[in-house]
C-alpha cells in the first residue's frame, strides 16, 4: 500500500528499528535556508503555493521538465494555476523523491490521504488553505509540528541578526541559531563584492580598506555570531583551488586592485580566497565551532534564464572537476597551523565521495566522527543517494559517529525528509542484519538509529548543553 505506515521498510528488522526507535526522535535542522524574520513573525501562508512553491526550485525543474510555462512557475499566473500545474505535474514523477515527499507532506501535516492529480486538487487546495488559516499551522507551528528543536539558519556575516535575538526571547518550543556564511568576503571577483565591503564594515564597526581590516572586521562578526549562539560555519564551494600566497603584501596589492575596479587575474582570485579560507578556519577552531563545505556545484547554466530570474532558481548543475589535491593542501595547511576544526564535507557529486572519505580518515583525531560525510546534498537526497552516502560511509568510516539528516530547504514542510531518511536508513540495517553482515540486535541497531537520528548531532554541536548565548 502507498506509503503506509511500513513503506521502505522492508523487512522485519527494519520495522522494529524504525517504529521503536527512529520514528519518535526529535530533529535537529542544523543546515536550512529558512528566513528567520519568516521564523519570528509567525504568520499564516495565504495558500498551498506560498507554502510549497514559492521558492522550491526542485518542483520547478520537474514542472519545467513537464513542459509548464514559466508563467505558471515563476510567473504572473495565480496561486491556483501555478498549484494545478504542479498537480499535473506529480503523477508524472512516479520513482522521483519529490512524488513520495509532496504526498508525505500532505499526510503528516494535514491528514489528507488522497493522492494529488489534477482530478483532486481543487478538493486538496479548499482543504489545505482552510487547515492553513489556521493558529496550528503557521511557520512557528509547523516546525512544533516536526518535533524541532534546534534549527540552524544560513547568514550573511553582515546581518543583524536581529530575529535570531528575538526569537531567544519568545520562542520556548525549540531554537533557532546563525550560521555563518561568508561567501561574499571569498567570491572577490563578484560584481557586488565593494557594495557588500561597505555592509560588512558598517556591521562590524571597522571601515573595510584593505585586506587587514576585512580580516578584522570578518574576525568581529564571527565573535558577534558566537556570542548570538552560532556554532557552524558554511561555504559554497562550487570550484575549488588551492594557491598560497607568495608574501603577505600580496593580498593588499590584490585587494586594494580590487577596490580600484580592476579586473583580477584567475591567479590572483585563487590566492585570494586560499588565504581568506585559511583565516577563517583558524577563526573556526578558535570557537570549536563546526565548519561545512558544500563542494561542486556548478551554478547558473542557463545565462538567459539567470539573466531572467537570478540564482537559485533551478539551473544549477553538478561539477566533475577534481578535488582531492585542493582540498587535501588546504585541509593540511589547517592541521600544520592550529588544527582542524570539526568538518564535513558535502559534495554534489557522488563520484568525489570515496576521495572525501579517504582524505577525511587522514585527519580524524580527539572527537568522535571529527571529519564527517556530509548527508546525500540536493541531487542525491534521495533514496539511492542517501543509501549510497550510508553505504560509503560504513565501508571506510564509522557510521555509528554519523551527525545524520539535514533539510536544506527553504519551506517549512519539509520536515518529513527526516522521517524519509530515518525509514532508508532504517532499510539498509535492516537488510545489513538480512544478510548476516550485523546482528539482529534491537539494542545495537536502535542505539545506532537513535544517535544517527538526533544523539550524534546534539553532542557533536554541542547544541543540548546549551539553552543561551555563551
Known amino acids: 500500500m502507498f506509503l503506509n505506515d511500513d513503506f521502505l521498510l522492508t523487512s522485519e528488522t ?19 535556508h529558512l528566513d528567520p524574520k519568516e521564523i519570528y513573525e509567525d504568520k499564516a501562508f495565504r495558500n498551498l503555493t506560498e ?23 515563476t510567473g504572473d499566473a495565480s496561486d491556483y494555476d501555478k498549484f494545478l500545474a504542479w498537480a499535473r505535474t506529480l503523477p508524472k514523477a512516479v520513482g522521483n523523491p519529490l512524488y513520495s515527499w509532496t504526498h508525505l507532506e500532505l499526510r503528516r501535516f494535514f491528514g489528507i490521504n488522497e493522492t494529488l492529480n489534477e482530478a483532486s486538487a481543487p478538493a486538496i487546495w479548499e482543504e489545505v488553505n482552510r487547515k492553513l488559516a489556521e493558529p496550528a499551522y503557521t511557520r512557528r507551528s509547523l516546525i512544533r509540528k516536526s518535533n524541532v528543536k534546534i534549527v540552524c539558519t544560513t547568514d550573511d556575516p553582515a546581518d543583524s541578526l536581529e530575529y535570531h535575538r528575538l526569537l531567544k526571547e519568545s520562542e520556548q518550543d525549540f531554537q533557532v541559531f546563525p550560521t555563518f556564511r561568508p561567501d561574499k568576503a571569498l567570491n572577490i571577483d563578484a560584481d557586488g563584492f565593494t557594495v557588500w565591503l561597505t555592509r560588512l564594515g558598517e556591521a562590524a564597526g571597522v571601515p573595510v580598506t584593505t585586506y587587514d581590516t576585512l580580516v578584522e572586521a570578518l574576525r568581529s562578526r564571527v565573535e558577534f555570531f558566537h556570542q548570538n549562539g552560532c556554532r557552524l560555519s558554511d561555504h559554497a564551494l562550487d570550484v575549488l583551488r588551492y594557491q598560497a600566497a607568495g608574501e603577505a603584501s600580496q593580498l593588499e596589492r590584490i585587494f586594494a586592485k580590487r577596490l580600484e575596479g580592476a579586473v583580477l587575474s584567475p591567479e590572483e582570485i ?58 587535501s593542501k588546504l585541509l593540511d595547511r589547517a592541521e600544520c597551523s592550529k588544527g582542524l576544526p570539526k568538518t564535513i564535507l558535502y559534495s554534489l ?24 560525510l ?3 546534498w540536493w541531487y542525491n537526497d534521495t533514496r539511492d543517494g542517501m543509501r549510497r552516502q550510508l553505504t560509503l560511509l560504513a565501508d571506510n568510516s564509522l557510521l555509528g559517529n554519523f551527525v ?36 539482529d540486535d534491537q539494542a545495537l541497531l536502535g542505539q545506532l538509529v537513535e544517535d544517527i537520528a538526533y544523539n550524534n548531532a546534539a553532542g557533536y554541536f554541542g547544541f543540548e548543553a546549551r539553552s543561551a548565548a555563551k
Open 14 to 32: 527494519a520495522r522494529r528499528l524504525f517504529h521503536n526507535h527512529a520514528k519518535t526522535m526529535p530533529i535537529i535542522d542544523y543546515h536550512c
Open 404 to 439: 545524520g539528516m539535514l533539510t536544506d530547504s527553504r519551506s517549512f514542510l519539509s520536515y518529513t525528509r527526516h522521517e524519509y531518511f530515518r525509514r532508508v536508513l532504517c532499510e539498509l540495517l535492516g537488510e545489513l542484519a538480512g544478510r548476516g553482515e550485523a546482528p
Open 270 to 327: 585563487t590566492v585570494y580566497r586560499t588565504e581568506l579560507l585559511s583565516e577563517l578556519i583558524g577563526m573556526y577552531h578558535d570557537k570549536n565551532w563546526t565548519m561545512q563545505l558544500h563542494l561542486h556545484a556548478f551554478r547558473n547554466n542557463n545565462t538567459p534564464m539567470f539573466r531572467r530570474l537570478g540564482p537559485d532558481t533551478g539551473y544549477d548543475g553538478i561539477n566533475d572537476l577534481s578535488l582531492a589535491e585542493a582540498l
Open 349 to 372: 557529486n557522488p563520484g568525489d565521495y570515496p576521495a572525501l572519505l579517504a582524505l577525511m580518515g587522514c585527519y580524524q583525531k580527539d572527537t568522535a566522527g571529527k571529519l564527517q
Open 51 to 73: 507554502a510549497w512553491l514559492a521558492g522550491d526550485h526542485y518542483k520547478w525543474r520537474l514542472m519545467r521538465a513537464n513542459g509548464v510555462p514559466e508563467s505558471h512557475i
Open 374 to 376: 556530509g548527508s546525500g
